[in-house]
Nanobody, 127 residues
Framework: QVQLVESGGGSVQAGGSLRLSCAAS????????MGWFRQAPGKEREGVAA????????YYADSVKGRFTISQDNAKNTVYLQMNSLKPEDTAMYYC????????????????????WGQGTQVTVSS
C-alpha cells in the first residue's frame, strides 16, 4: 500500500525555480531514504538528491549541488525538492523514491536500492 505521488513539475525558463513535492502514504517516515531521481529521454536514470528521514542528512549529485535542496516535512510524510537556477539540462522526468527501514546509505544515490517509486512529474526548462 506504499504510494508516492509527485507534484510540482512544469515548464520554466532557464534561471527559474520549481519546487517538487512527493507525498507518501501507506507508511510513516522513520529511518528511510527518500530520493529524487530524473531521467531524460534516451538517457539513464540518475540520482539527483536523497535524504535520510530520521536525522535529515542530505546528499546531492555534483550536477545540482548549490542549486537544488531536498527537505522533508515529517508531519505530512512529504519530501520536497527545491530547484533553483534551473538549466535546460535539468529537463527530465523527475521521480520520487523510497527505501524504507534502512541504514543511512542514501548518499549512494543508487536507483536499484529503492523499491518504491512514484509515477514522475515532468520538468521542462527552456532557454
Amino acid at each position: 500500500q506504499v504510494q508516492l505521488v509527485e507534484s510540482g513539475g512544469g515548464s520554466v525558463q532557464a534561471g527559474g525555480s520549481l519546487r517538487l513535492s512527493c507525498a507518501a502514504s501507506g507508511y510513516t517516515y522513520s529511518s528511510d531514504c527518500m530520493g529524487w531521481f530524473r531521467q531524460a529521454p534516451g538517457k539513464e536514470r540518475e540520482g539527483v538528491a536523497a535524504l535520510y528521514t530520521d536525522g535529515g542528512s542530505t546528499y546531492y549529485a555534483d550536477s545540482v549541488k548549490g542549486r537544488f535542496t531536498i527537505s522533508q516535512d515529517n508531519a505530512k510524510n512529504t519530501v520536497y525538492l527545491q530547484m533553483n537556477s534551473l538549466k535546460p539540462e535539468d529537463t527530465a522526468m523527475y521521480y520520487c523514491a523510497a527505501d524504507l527501514g534502512t541504514e543511512d546509505d542514501c548518499y549512494t544515490l543508487s536507483a536499484p536500492m529503492y523499491p518504491y517509486w512514484g509515477q514522475g512529474t515532468q520538468v521542462t526548462v527552456s532557454s
